[in-house]
């Protein structure tokens, strides 16, 4: 079992940043791809960006790519997303995600938490 738990989320004017982070838990999580998805009010939730186990590896939706930085530190568990030039449309709850495989984690992760609040105001 992996634990995740977000945090970070709140209340931004456009143009500005947040760091979003999620901390995980269990016996595998430190060797485990990690992602970010986002879903907006009448929206499906859709995948944000995800980064491999070693960090090596990072991939973007096109909507945030130069906007978004994923990265990860495994000696704390922790996997963080650097939001910058906010936009209107960014606004969402955001969920960290966890799974063995970085492109099911794009996809079909197997563990998620619960999400954090970021509203981004013009």
């Known amino acids: 079992q992996v634990q995740l738990v977000e945090s970070g989320g709140g209340l931004v004017q456009a143009g500005g940043s947040l760091r979003l982070s999620c901390a995980a838990s269990?016996?595998?999580?430190?060797?485990?791809?990690m992602g970010w998805f986002r879903q907006a009010p009448g929206k499906d939730r859709e995948f944000v960006a995800a980064?491999?186990?070693?960090?090596?590896?990072?991939v973007y939706v096109d909507s945030v790519k130069g906007r978004f930085t994923i990265s990860r530190d495994n000696a704390k568990k922790m996997v963080y997303l650097q939001m910058n030039s906010l936009k209107p449309e960014d606004t969402a709850v955001y969920y960290c995600?966890?799974?063995?495989?970085?492109?099911?984690?794009?996809?079909?992760?197997?563990?998620w938490g619960q999400g954090t609040q970021v509203t981004v105001s013009s």
């Open positions: 995600a966890a799974d063995p495989n970085l492109v099911t984690v794009q996809s079909n992760p197997g563990y």
């Open positions: 269990g016996r595998t999580s430190s060797t485990y791809s």
């Open positions: 980064i491999s186990y070693g960090g090596g590896l990072t």
